[in-house]
């Protein structure tokens, strides 16, 4: 299932896989390094066709204050705060209530409840499109925060539930019977006993679940049509010009827009690593 350590005598075979792991993550990491480099560049320097080499002429403070004094990048990186953060939080909300009722309640249709959250995981979202944008039409808020802040919350907290599901389902039995023979409520359980248990879950899926929304720029081009509620993502298309793009000042808008998942990661980063690897020490 894993694959097997390279011997210390197999020096051939540790430096081929030095080699290819090097390789990757040049041809990994380029398209990133010419985006922060463009945005460092002056217009003269774009406009002479040199997007690869290093910059003879630096514009970095020019092309990073244009981006919020030219255009309307400051609305866009608003709107999608004001998208991501409600979105994020009713997914957690949602996935911790539900994933607590069907890792330790035993009902009827249970299971089938269960699968019709790891059923929708599975779902492109291309094909249903035209019904979630008539929905949308049909709720009055088609072209509103509104929009795209109900459809990540449900579409997100199918994998929010699996993945809460399965940590909740992992605590110890024991931990829930102390709480029924001490009295607690089912509210109370999940407050005092689970919450504080799964918080490095909870963290690792706050990473996720923020990054996919803040991400997104499918459905914010489909639900969104306004300059006033567009997020970043679908926002960076307006710095294109019909004839002429200024790739500096697109490069720097695409590195500011890259940042907040940057800095939600490292902010986060002991609760991530500690959510992902619960678990993988047994005792």
């Known amino acids: 299932m894993y694959p097997r350590p390279i ?14 792991v090097a390789a990757i993550l040049v041809v990994w990491l380029a398209p990133l390094l010419a985006i922060i480099l463009t945005s460092l560049r002056a217009t003269n320097d774009v406009a002479s066709g040199n997007l690869w080499g290093w910059p003879t002429e630096f514009g970095a403070v020019d092309n990073y204050e244009r981006v919020f004094t030219q255009s309307p990048m400051a609305r866009f990186f608003l709107n999608s705060l004001m998208i991501t953060i409600p979105a994020v939080i009713g997914v957690l909300v949602l996935s911790t209530l539900t994933g607590f009722v069907l890792a330790k309640y035993r009902f009827p249709g249970g299971r089938a409840v269960f699968a019709m959250f790891i059923g929708g995981n599975f779902l492109p979202a291309q094909i249903i499109m035209i019904p979630v944008r008539n929905l949308m039409l049909t709720l009055g808020i088609y072209d509103t925060h509104w929009a795209l802040i109900i459809f990540h919350v449900a579409f997100q907290t ?56 803040w991400n997104d720029y499918f459905w914010a081009v489909v639900l969104v049509v306004n300059d006033t509620v567009k997020p970043v993502t679908a926002g960076l298309a307006n710095l294109r010009g019909e004839f002429v793009s200024q790739w500096n000042i697109l490069s720097a808008a695409t590195v500011v827009v890259a940042v907040p998942p940057v800095v939600m990661f490292f902010l986060m980063q002991r609760h991530f690593i500690s959510g992902l690897t619960a678990g993988a020490v047994k005792g």
Request: proline fraction near 7%; glycine fraction near 6%.
């Open 7 to 20: 011997p210390q005598t197999a020096r051939a075979a540790r430096a081929l896989y030095v080699a290819l």
């Open 158 to 213: 199918g994998f929010a539930t699996l993945f809460m599901r399965n940590f909740i389902a992992a605590l110890p039995g024991e931990l829930f019977e102390a709480a029924r023979a001490e009295g607690a409520s089912p509210f109370q359980t999940l407050r005092h006993v689970v919450i504080p248990l799964v918080r490095p879950a909870l963290g690792a899926l706050a990473i996720l679940i923020f990054t996919f929304i």
